[in-house]
């Protein structure tokens, strides 16, 4: 395929701010909101999981695409993030396990993205203003027309993103004669929280994020994973319903990230949009039941509201950079969520315990 990376690149964003680069995978225009990650490996997972749907990726490790990609390293069936922003892009990767480059990847997948530009400034600037939006574009480098296309894009907040990355038919995945079945609502779903479950004796069964209780049910499951995903949790008004049913019939829930929110909601809890998220490797994470820290992979724009915390509702797990709720479980109820990734693909292991939490808690269940 033909490279675009000595092509010219413009970066815009919703504040007036504009930055100049080299065009990086397909020529063309993107839009989406801002966000940064302070990874330092593991892009190709990360470009891959839907929870960045909608977002404009600026990576602050120097290098990108330099070890390539390949299929089994992916976090679901192609790129899901809006545009990527980068120091140094390379077109060429060294490891000899590289089934491809990153930039034959986002050409395949149509991405269209920007190097050679100040990510350290760039990342202080949305670190103090916040998430805005952003437009990339290497085939208009007009900074005037770049403006006005920016402005049709519509704001994060309020926005549903969940269903457009949710699987359309229902599918299944782990041995049929594991001790456990559970069904897995999708929305924006990693397919290493898959991985963890099936690893840990669990058959699942994949829905689709506006399946009903009634549904779900069907398929007799023993517990309930509610997923990540990308957007505002609040107006997903059918899940929240669901979830408050799940709750009601005392079944096993644990959710992740968008999934965590989704379970606040459902039990009165409000939400809200952060100044800039949280995004990495190397957040720290404390669990207030045990006391230990944990070093956690982060990937959200939107918070529980600590203040909105009922007396029937435990709040576990706390970050230690802004006090943020991390994790929370309900009374009497075999119920728990964490807004960090224990999954943690890419990211550190420290937190796939509460795998093996859940499974105490359908095993407690089943008794």
Known sequence: MNSTINNKAILLLADGTSYEGKAVGKVGTTTGEICFNTGMTGYQEVFTDPSYFGQIMVTTNNHIGNYGVRKAETESDGVKIAGLVCKRFSSHQSRVMAESSLDDYFMENNVVGISDVDTREIVRHVRDKGAMNAIISSEVLDVAELKTLLEKVPSMQGMELATSVSTAEPYEQGSENSNHKVAVLDFGLKSNIVNCLNERGCHTKVFNANTSFEDLMSWNPDGIMLS????????????????????EANIPVFGICLGHQILSLAMGMKTFKMHNGHRGLNHPVQNLETGRSEITSQNHGFAVSMETIPDNIVLTHKNLNDDTVEGIRIKDKLAFSVQYHPEASPGPHDSRYLFDDFVKNIEVSKK
Do not use: F, M, R
Not at 228 to 247: F, M, Y
């Open 228 to 247: 990540n995903g990308p957007g505002d949790p609040e107006p997903l008004a059918k899940p929240i319903k669901t979830v408050q049913s799940i709750i």
